[in-house]
């Protein structure tokens, strides 16, 4: 055991000390997780405008107002979308910052105000984005506020109003006869007073009629017409939350590639440099110098993963669905990553193969396995070659437990061709590196 | 201690090792001396058991092949190359040998070995900031970290400027003196003739002779050469006993003197005594530098 974790320790000294190998084993994965995390929208704000999804199932003439006075804000880029579902993993999936639904019941316009009700507009957000969560919510109620005068202005809104009023004063029970002429007339005076503003004084009425609005809002300290109901996204299974769970994963695989890269070449370095040699001379069995190589690989890709996964929990919000599947998922992608060095150092006869021909075959692999555009990116010709790419099944691997809370049964098949891949590489290797011992 | 009977190995059509015995007794030094290609590495690879022979066998105190780990044990090598890790300091290099060898006490050897070497001030520097000679010194400290019977050296002065390579030779010395067994390769017949008890001349895979310096070339040499300069022109003597020839001459230089004929005094006198490079020019037809 001795020589064994001998080998191990050198070998992981060895890859701490090269700084090529440390960037592309650590800090690389790391870089590209959060780059292509923003690539692919999570964070990003085009600038400085917050991406909403604006849900309108509502065809008032409130609704439309809000909707058009958002697409109109300066502060906000819009995307208009069907379903409330669907704005929703549109936030999930870290495509927009919040989702703005303008319900069904802003049909009743100016009647849910005067019946004291209010008009409720619904707001979804990703609970990583709770600091934009409170400029949403302000800006809604500015927005609410400003369709106010262009409501009292507009006839036939005013005459629904009006008719509905009268209709509830007509089968209130707890008023007089008296109460209701004089709720009657009231109705009628101010029916009269608004039909006789102008087009171009509801029109002035409308520019100016924020502040009013704003007055009018003042006035009511404990009336709220406007209710922006914010709730915050639970995290769904089987769905990323933000496009870091997505890129993480990637990162962690282009982590264990470096790793690999780094183990692959110091085998064949250690042919070409004639250190194995002295290896070979020490009373120690292939065994033992494999076994000590693979516990080096595994703790380097096991320390690669920590730290890629601790980046994403700890800055980026992202939580782990399944942590002891997950713990399987990166044992299973470092041995495979493991195995895969010991084969490529097995083809590669020169250190320059090892770090031209190798490293590129790392990056083809890579790019088809999904470890720089996500899978669900591709053309289906992609997809269908990339399950010849070890990436492709590390990173399913890691994805089940980590976000997409997969079943065992799902989970099995990424871990069966991990595992498989492992022993392949571990066998084609082990007979390179074996082969001088059979004397 | 080690014996190597009618050893042959080819690599395709190039044959490196062509039917080589030899024997190296315990406790000398046994110089393996040939040119560059002349197949001194494979001997010593298929000594250590890193090549097996397509021919011939190998025992290593008498305890049979050190293709068998348990007999490995007994030897050390310090390989042509610097197998060494450069990213390493020499005391990890070290330590890590030893922990391979399963050394007790690693820590006191390492530190014996690197005072052995003289590097015990860069002991806990990275081999990679080394000077060529120092590499080498801590390439050979790397074969001894067991404390092997047998010590084989491949060339472990190639590429070291003189001062290292007295150092190096100064420590082989020590190691016989300590009672290591050594197989010493070197296409350096100073080297050789310095260093080794016994040598044996080896040239395209084959062993031509082997015995002291002085029986090879009493065998091989053939006379010293004495060379003469007189008046400007030089007239050589070949003889067994230079010395006396060189009375000889002398005493006529003398005579000639004392009978008033000039112009035949002695100007100049070299002795050529025959030496390793005379002894391979002799057996192989060509000189060991070519």
Redesign the interface.
């Known amino acids: 055991m001795?020589?064994i974790?001998?080998?191990a320790?050198?070998d992981l000294?060895?890859l701490l000390?090269?700084k090529g190998d440390v960037f592309f084993t650590f800090v690389f994965p790391v870089v590209i997780a959060i780059l292509f995390g923003f690539v692919f929208g999570g964070g990003s704000n085009s600038g400085s405008k917050l991406e909403l999804a604006v849900v309108r199932e509502s065809e008032s003439v409130l609704a439309l107002g809000i909707e058009e006075d958002l697409a109109n804000d300066a502060a906000f880029e819009t995307t208009a979308f069907p379903t409330r579902d669907a704005a929703a993993d549109a936030v999930r999936a870290g495509k927009v910052t919040a989702a703005v639904i303008l319900p069904k019941s802003l049909d009743s316009g100016l009647e849910g105000l005067f019946s004291g009700q209010g008009i409720a507009i619904d707001a979804v957000v990703d609970p990583s984005r709770r600091a934009e969560a409170g400029l949403i919510q302000g800006k809604l109620n500015e927005l609410a506020f400003r369709q106010f005068p262009k409501l009292f202005a507009n006839p036939t809104e005013m005459s629904r109003a009006f008719s509905a009023a009268r209709s509830s004063i007509a089968s209130a029970r707890g008023m007089s006869p008296t109460q209701k002429l004089l709720g009657a007339g009231m109705i009628t005076a101010a029916e009269s007073f608004t039909s006789s503003i102008g087009d171009e004084d509801a029109s002035a009425n409308a520019s100016g009629g924020g502040g009013g609005a704003n007055n009018a809002a003042g006035n009511t300290a404990d009336f709220t017409p406007i209710r922006v109901k914010v709730e915050e996204l639970a995290p769904r299974a089987g769905r990323p939350r933000a496009s870091f769970d997505v890129t993480f994963p990637q990162g962690i695989v282009w982590g264990l590639a470096g790793c690999f890269g780094a183990f692959a070449s110091s085998l064949v370095t250690e042919r070409a440099?004639?250190?194995l040699?002295?290896?070979?001379?020490?009373?120690?069995?292939a065994f033992h110098l494999i076994s000590g190589k693979a516990i080096a690989c595994l703790v380097a890709g096991l320390l690669v993963q920590t730290l890629v996964f601790a980046v994403a929990i700890i800055f980026f919000g992202s939580s782990v669905a399944q942590p002891a599947m997950l713990v399987i998922a990166a044992f299973a992608a470092s041995f495979a990553f493991a195995g895969l060095a010991m084969a490529l150092a097995a083809f590669c006869r020169t250190e320059a193969e090892a770090n031209g021909a190798g490293r590129g075959a790392i990056l083809i692999l890579a790019l088809i396995g999904g470890g720089t555009i996500p899978l669900f990116f591709m053309p289906p010709f992609l997809r269908t070659l990339s399950y010849g790419s070890p990436f492709r099944w590390a990173v399913a691997a890691i994805e089940g437990p980590f976000w997409r809370d997969t079943s065992v049964g799902e989970q099995i098949v990424p871990l069966i061709v991990l595992f498989a891949i492992g022993f392949l590489g571990w066998i084609i290797g082990a007979r390179a590196l074996w082969r001088?011992f059979a004397? | 201690m080690l014996a190597l009977r009618d050893i042959r190995r080819r690599f395709g059509s190039t044959i490196a090792v062509d039917g080589l015995s030899l024997e190296v007794r315990t406790g000398e030094v046994f110089g393996l001396l040939g040119p560059n290609g002349a197949g001194k590495s494979t001997t010593i690879a298929i000594a250590t058991g890193l090549l097996a022979p397509d021919a011939g066998s190998v025992d290593l105190l008498g305890l049979g092949s050190p293709s068998n780990p348990k007999v490995r044990m007994h030897l050390g090598l310090a390989p042509q190359e610097i197998t060494l890790y450069a990213e390493l300091t020499a005391r990890e290099n070290l330590r890590f040998f030893a922990d391979l060898y399963g050394v007790s006490n690693a820590r006191v050897r390492v530190d014996e070995l690197l005072a052995l070497v003289e590097l015990d001030a860069r002991a806990n520097d990275r081999v990679a900031t080394f000077s060529g000679g120092m590499k080498r010194r801590l390439n050979l400290a790397a074969a001894l970290v067991h404390d092997p019977k047998l010590v084989l050296l491949d060339e472990p002065t190639a590429g070291v400027d003189p001062q290292s390579r007295n150092r190096i030779l100064e420590l082989v010395r020590r190691l016989a003196g300590e009672g290591k067994t050594v197989l010493y390769t070197t296409h350096y017949m100073e080297e050789a003739a310095k260093i080794c008890d016994r040598v044996g001349i080896v040239d395209h895979g084959r062993m031509l002779d082997v015995g002291t310096v002085a029986e090879l070339v009493a065998r091989h040499g053939g006379q010293s050469a004495v060379t003469i300069e007189r008046d400007g022109a030089e007239e050589r003597i070949f003889t067994a006993d230079p010395v006396a020839e060189v009375a000889r001459q002398f005493a006529r230089a003398n005579s000639d003197r004392e009978r008033g004929e000039v112009g035949r005094e002695v100007t100049g006198l070299r002795i050529e005594r025959p030496d390793l490079e005379t002894v391979f020019l002799s057996l192989t037809g060509r000189s060991l530098r070519e």
């Not at chain 1, 040699?277 to 069995?285: G, M, S, V």
């Open positions: 001795r020589a974790f001998a080998i320790r050198k000294r060895l000390r090269d440099r004639g250190t040699d002295r290896l070979r001379l020490a009373p120690i069995t001088p004397r």
